[in-house]
């Protein structure tokens, strides 16, 4: 098992930069590739960002991609989302998600991540 904590939301103006934090305890991080996705209200979970379990392959949806990255810290048991530029179409809920799959390539499915963490809300203004 493995538990995720993800940090670093908040109000920001459109054209802002944020960084989110998922920490991760329990079995050996680097085990597990990881996610991002994120909820906005009345809509469905979407899958933002991903990253294999070497940092060696990363995966964007297409609204964030140049915007975002997600780097990871396998020392530190630790990924993030850098987010930059962001506009008011960013809103949501954040959550960050391990993936035990044998063969990662940035899933979108949700169900193909194993845990969750209790995300954390993102709100940009115009």
């Known amino acids: 098992q493995v538990q995720l904590v993800e940090s670093g939301g908040g109000l920001v103006q459109a054209g802002d930069s944020l960084r989110l934090s998922c920490a991760a305890s329990?079995?050996?991080?680097?085990?597990?590739?990881m996610g991002w996705f994120r909820q906005a209200p009345g809509k469905e979970r979407e899958f933002v960002a991903g990253?294999?379990?070497?940092?060696?392959?990363?995966y964007y949806a297409d609204s964030v991609k140049g915007r975002f990255t997600i780097p990871r810290d396998n020392a530190k048991s630790t990924v993030y989302l850098q987010m930059n530029s962001l506009k008011p179409e960013d809103t949501a809920v954040y959550y960050c998600?391990?993936?035990?799959?044998?063969?990662?390539?940035?899933?979108?499915?949700?169900?193909?991540?194993?845990?969750w963490g209790q995300g954390t809300q993102v709100t940009v203004s115009s």
């Open positions: 990253i294999s379990r070497r940092g060696d392959w990363t």
């Open positions: 329990g079995r050996t991080f680097s085990t597990y590739a």
């Open positions: 998600a391990a993936s035990s799959k044998a063969v990662y390539s940035g899933s979108y499915d949700p169900r193909d991540y194993d845990y």
